[in-house]
């Protein structure tokens, strides 16, 4: 014999055996529950802030010292945009924009009074752009900003703040 007999294992325990591999293997599957999630469940938008409770406003004002219309633009977070305005040669735009102190993030209120954390503020001509350098640092904000734009020869547009 190759085997002692206490290793030898008859058909019947084999079938036994086997039955019960899968009965465990499904008792698994059958009793094992989902994990718990953390939270509840997902709702879009739901990371949102809306409202500016927290928030000071800061004026963002840009003149065109240009001789083109300028358009300026919001990029926001996650790929947008938005526009703030077209200005006239000679003329300002206004805009207001809240500001976070703990996060330093700036943000435009849209129509239903959520916030939108803004990127840059980009403002171009047909021929050239420029981005305006806004501060975004936490703690106190300054309460308004003024930025001059301007015609370059070698820069086509700049837009700097009025102290600069």
């Given at each position: ?104 993030v700036l943000n435009l209120m849209n129509a239903a009074d959520d916030r939108m954390p803004v990127e840059a503020i980009w403002c171009a001509s047909d021929a050239a752009r420029a981005r305006l350098d806004l501060p975004m640092t936490a703690g106190k904000a300054t309460a308004s900003l003024h930025f001059s734009c ?15």
């Amino acid at each position: 014999m190759l085997f002692p007999n206490w290793l030898s294992v008859s058909r019947h325990k084999t079938e036994a055996i086997g039955r019960l591999v899968v009965l465990v293997a499904l008792s698994a599957w059958v009793f094992s529950s989902p994990a718990k999630a953390e939270s509840e469940a997902y709702v879009p938008y739901s990371g949102i802030i809306h409202g500016t409770e927290g928030a000071n406003p800061v004026e963002i004002s840009v003149s065109n010292e240009t001789d083109t219309p300028l358009d300026c633009r919001a990029a926001l977070a996650h790929w947008y945009s938005d526009e703030l305005g077209r200005i006239a040669p000679g003329q300002q735009l206004t805009v207001t924009l809240w500001h976070d102190s703990k996060t330093g993030v700036l943000n435009l209120m849209n129509a239903a009074d959520d916030r939108m954390p803004v990127e840059a503020i980009w403002c171009a001509s047909d021929a050239a752009r420029a981005r305006l350098d806004l501060p975004m640092t936490a703690g106190k904000a300054t309460a308004s900003l003024h930025f001059s734009c301007k015609s370059g020869d070698a820069s086509g547009l700049s837009c700097v703040t009025a102290s600069d």
